[in-house]
């Protein structure tokens, strides 16, 4: 009984949970596999960055429109494209590599919108914009974060080829001419766009939790992408759904109860992590005396 | 080597691609790498270019495979699109740590013919599977490329520019950190490509591999020292001025001597 009171009963007795949870699973569906992308694309930084990147443009948003979620999303988006698109420009015009460049657009981004939120704001609209409320989460704001995740899954069926060459052997496209950076700005939009999903529910800083740690603990179990995408999904569903009930039952704060399950689950993947953890990399088990079969064709 | 299966690589269809050179330059902040090169590749044809390092052979490959913009001069391929080229750069800035099989890593070979969205056809499995038979890679098909040694990989690479299927081969290198075996069965492999009407160009540094192997040879030491059939450039007067040292190597000697 203690555990349907606990497990069940939240999500059954209260519609708030409900669309938290259906909100954390669009979220993970979209972020899984952007954030193994990144990770892969060594670009594990660059979700952190953009998260940052696109406080200005929610914080005018919020200064015009006040507390309005289309408005402040809106808003991030142009501010984190802008900020994703000049790093890029500069990148390929000047000397400067992307992630220089990248990092100095976001810190001033993110000093503007500091600057703008102190000016007007009082500092519980700030904690508002950085860190979310998953549990306000309404109808329409809903419908937008699953928008967005259906959206990145489609686009990414569509440039997933491209996209994989260029991580792998980023000279090979240009040679056969698949172009190379048409897709790594359309990726670039596809993470600005997740985090502004993550936007409401979890805020600027936290949404890229849900981005990178499921996607992290995913590279320490599966060989493969396909199967890292999944490990990742199941990881930061998982996380929202344990935070959550976490959350509900301690009283804590929604965002950061199911970011830090995530992190539990990335410390867990690295001790016991089956595709090069501790546990397995310094306990190994004895080597083969004849050689294991290959799989046929 | 394996007995080739008929498909995996036909005879050419259409011309031959040659390349023509006229009075070339391509600069690094202004300092000319390659330096008023004029010459000629011809259709069908097996060259290597040697010369001491620095003497701009990567650059050379780079412009022609488009890559670099040339300063001055031009470079005028015939008979192909420039995507129709199969380059093997030297160091490929490839991530060989990239979880990714061996099959999926050499399906990039088929870009032209699948493109973004289009899947592999049977006929291209068919010309993927029989690829890893030529190169000796039929069981490591599933296997993730992290886990191939340094000459597995080559093999792999040399899969890939197999279904590119081009008429222009150009490879910087191909044979660097390889041992014999692979590095004879890597030349048989641009052997065929040759006998097949491909146009092949290849840097390389072991000269007795050249005189062996390759019918033509462009001495460069960032101007044009000699272009020809091998034996008339290859010549001590020829190498010394180049910058090579004077007296080749005992070995390099003999193999020259049993050629000659």
New interface residues.
């Given amino acids: 009984m203690i555990i349907y009171h606990s497990i069940v009963e939240p999500f059954l007795a209260y519609g708030f949970m409900r669309r938290a949870l259906i909100a954390s699973l669009a979220l993970s569906l979209g972020c899984g596999p952007i954030g193994v992308l990144l990770v892969?694309r060594r670009m594990s930084l660059m979700g952190d960055a953009m998260s940052h990147a696109i406080l200005p443009g929610a914080a005018i948003a919020f200064l015009v429109a006040g507390l309005s979620l289309p408005a402040m999303s809106l808003g991030g988006l142009v501010a984190g494209l802008c900020v994703a698109l000049l790093a890029g420009l500069v990148s390929r015009t000047t000397q400067l590599k992307e992630d220089a460049s990248l990092a100095g657009f976001y810190l001033t981004s993110l000093a503007l919108g500091v600057l703008i939120v102190s000016a007007r704001g009082s500092n519980v609209d700030l904690l508002h914009v950085l860190f979310g409320t998953i549990l306000s989460v309404d109808g329409p704001s809903l419908a937008l974060v699953a928008a967005i995740s259906s959206l990145t899954l489609l686009t990414l069926a569509?440039?997933w080829?491209?996209l994989?060459?260029e991580?792998?052997?980023?000279?090979?496209?240009?040679?056969?001419?698949?172009g190379g950076s048409v897709y790594h700005i359309v990726f670039l939009a596809l993470v600005v766009l997740n985090l502004v999903a993550g936007f409401q529910s979890l805020g600027t800083l936290m949404a890229v939790g849900m981005m990178m740690l499921p996607a992290a603990a995913a590279r320490l179990w599966?060989?493969?992408?396909w199967s890292?995408i999944v490990v990742a999904v199941l990881i930061a569903f998982g996380s929202g759904l344990l935070g959550l009930l976490a959350s509900y039952n301690f009283n804590t704060a929604s965002g950061p109860s199911i970011i830090l399950t995530a992190g539990l689950a990335y410390l867990g993947s690295i001790v016991l992590g089956s595709n090069g953890g501790l546990v397995p990399r310094y306990f190994p088990k004895p080597h083969y005396h004849t050689l294991p079969q290959?799989?046929a064709? | 080597m394996q007995n080739l299966p008929g498909d995996v690589m036909d005879r050419l269809q259409g011309p031959a691609a040659s390349i023509a050179i006229r009075d070339l330059t391509v600069s690094y902040n202004r300092v000319p790498a390659v330096h008023h090169l004029s010459g000629d590749f011809p259709p069908g044809s097996l060259t290597a270019i040697v010369g001491p390092n620095g003497a701009g052979k990567s650059t050379l490959l780079n412009a022609i495979a488009g890559v670099l913009k040339p300063d001055e001069g031009t470079i005028s391929i015939s008979g192909l699109a420039p995507r129709e080229i199969a380059y093997l750069p030297q160091r490929a800035n490839i991530d060989q740590t990239f979880p990714i099989s061996v099959l999926d890593a050499i399906s990039l070979g088929l870009w032209r013919e699948t493109g973004i969205l289009g899947s592999t056809s049977s006929d291209g499995r068919s010309r993927m599977i029989a690829a890893l038979a030529r190169l000796g890679l039929t069981s490591l098909g599933q296997r993730p490329i992290g886990s191939l040694s340094v000459g597995q990989f080559q093999r792999v690479l040399f899969a890939r520019l197999l279904l590119q299927d081009a008429a222009l081969v150009l490879l910087d290198e191909p044979f660097a950190g390889l041992d014999t075996p692979t590095t004879t069965d890597l030349m048989h492999l641009i052997g065929d490509w040759n006998g097949h009407g491909r146009t092949v160009v290849a840097v390389l540094h072991d000269l007795g591999q050249v005189r062996k192997m390759f019918p033509r040879t462009l001495l460069l030491s960032r101007d044009c020292t000699a272009w020809g059939a091998t034996p008339l450039v290859l010549t001590p007067d020829n190498l010394a001025a180049a910058g090579y040292p004077p007296e080749p190597w005992p070995a390099e000697r003999q193999r020259a001597g049993a050629v000659q």
């Fill in positions: 892969l569509v440039i080829r491209p994989i060459a991580c792998f052997d980023p000279g090979f496209l240009r040679a056969v001419g698949g599966a060989r493969d992408i890292m290959e799989p064709q």
